[in-house]
T-cell receptor, first 114, second 114 residues
Framework: NAGVTQTPKFRILKIGQSMTLQCAQDMNHNYMYWYRQDPGMGLKLIYYSVGAGITDKGEVPNGYNVSRSTTEDFPLRLELAAPSQTSVYFC?????????????FGPGTRLTVT | KQEVTQIPAALSVPEGENLVLNCSFTDSAIYNLQWFRQDPGKGLTSLLLIQSSQREQTSGRLNASLDKSSGRSTLYIAASQPGDSATYLCAVRGSQGGSEKLVFGKGMKLTVNP
């Protein structure tokens, strides 16, 4: 299994541009998550999904959109990029929402908005 | 609102020491607590997950304990090695509204010197 994969690894955007961060998992997990990590900080949840067709906002959703058309893929869309969105973005997945289940993380996408 | 704190933010020790990493959280209504390791420029690797009904979990040289009533967890690393150098994050999963998300501490950067 490849686990959780993310593309691209690095990206530089100009202010006002848009892009989609890709995330895929091959573990047949229902739950998927997007987090961002700012320097010296913990991770903060942007959006999550409990299954195909179902998404919900996390702690910091403004400026982002998501969709979940398949179990495997959970892309994150940035519209009108702003410098405040410079961060490292992590996608994660888990098999369910029960207490004994771990979240598995992808390697991250490092985004710079200038 | 759940808050997770890890103190100190950084620790530098000589090789061979036994280490205790601390994590505290403000709301004891949790499903589980997870310890992660993050190497520079990399994603998160899950080390241990403790369910709310458990007191501790062990994996090799790592032992994590959970005291839900006092809002504390410790990660014990026995006989530390230079390869243990990384940032260690703890995260809790709440059992009430928004239970799908993990709330992260800011992490503790560990350096083990040869």
């Amino acid at each position: 299994n490849a686990g959780v994969t993310q593309t691209p690894k690095f990206r530089i955007l100009k202010i006002g541009q848009s892009m989609t961060l890709q995330c895929a998992q091959d573990m047949n997990h229902n739950y998927m998550y997007w987090y961002r990590q700012d320097p010296g900080m913990g991770l903060k949840l942007i959006y999550y999904s409990v299954g195909a067709g179902i998404t919900d906002k996390g702690e910091v959703p403004n400026g982002y959109n998501v969709s979940r058309s398949t179990t495997e893929d959970f892309p994150l869309r940035l519209e009108l990029a702003a410098p405040s969105q410079t961060s490292v973005y992590f996608c994660a997945s888990s098999s369910s929402g029960t207490s004994g289940v771990e979240q598995y993380f992808g390697p991250g996408t490092r985004l710079t908005v200038t | 609102k759940q808050e997770v704190t890890q103190i100190p933010a950084a620790l530098s020790v000589p090789e061979g020491e036994n280490l205790v990493l601390n994590c505290s959280f403000t709301d004891s209504a949790i499903y589980n607590l997870q310890w992660f390791r993050q190497d520079p420029g990399k994603g998160l690797t899950s080390l241990l997950l403790i369910q709310s009904s458990q007191r501790e979990q062990t994996s090799g040289r790592l032992n994590a304990s959970l005291d839900k009533s006092s809002g504390r967890s410790t990660l014990y690393i026995a006989a530390s090695q230079p390869g243990d150098s990384a940032t260690y994050l703890c995260a809790v999963r709440g059992s009430q509204g928004g239970s799908e998300k993990l709330v992260f501490g800011k992490g503790m950067k560990l350096t083990v010197n040869p």
